[in-house]
Nanobody, 124 residues
Framework: QVQLVESGGGLVQAGGSLRLACAAS????????MAWFRQAPGKEREFVAWISWSGANTYYADFVKGRFTISIDNAKSTVYLQMNSLKPANTAVYYCATGRVNGLRRTPNEYSYWGQGTQVTVSS
C-alpha cells in the first residue's frame, strides 16, 4: 500500500516562501511520477505541478510558473514543492499524489494515491 505524507505547510505573509515535502513509502518511489494539487475552500481540487520519476521533466499550472518549483529526491523517497512569492490566492490545502502508471496527468481522478494534505495560508 502506497502511503504519502505531506509536511511543510503553515501561515506565511504575502511575498513569503514555503517548501512543502511529501514522503512516500510502500513501493519503489523512484519508478513513479509525482504531482502536487491544491484545494481551496469551496473549490475543486486543481493541478499545481508534476515531475517525472527521474526528475528530468516537470510541468506547472500557468498560475504558478516562475514562482513554484517541484523537485524530487529519490534517495529520500521525497518530492518537494518550493513556493516563492506567495499570494493570498495561493491559500489552500496542498496534496501530493501519484498513480499506477507514468505520464503527465493533470486531473485528480487520474491519480490513485493521495496524501492527507497540508494547509497553506497566505495572509495579505
Amino acid at each position: 500500500q502506497v502511503q504519502l505524507v505531506e509536511s511543510g505547510g503553515g501561515l506565511v505573509q504575502a511575498g513569503g516562501s514555503l517548501r512543502l515535502a511529501c514522503a512516500a513509502s510502500g513501493r519503489t518511489f523512484s519508478s513513479y511520477d509525482m504531482a502536487w494539487f491544491r484545494q481551496a475552500p469551496g473549490k475543486e481540487r486543481e493541478f499545481v505541478a508534476w515531475i517525472s520519476w527521474s526528475g528530468a521533466n516537470t510541468y506547472y499550472a500557468d498560475f504558478v510558473k516562475g514562482r513554484f518549483t517541484i523537485s524530487i529526491d529519490n534517495a529520500k523517497s521525497t518530492v518537494y514543492l518550493q513556493m516563492n512569492s506567495l499570494k493570498p490566492a495561493n491559500t489552500a490545502v496542498y496534496y501530493c499524489a501519484t498513480g499506477r502508471v507514468n505520464g503527465l496527468r493533470r486531473t485528480p481522478n487520474e491519480y490513485s494515491y493521495w496524501g492527507q494534505g497540508t494547509q497553506v495560508t497566505v495572509s495579505s
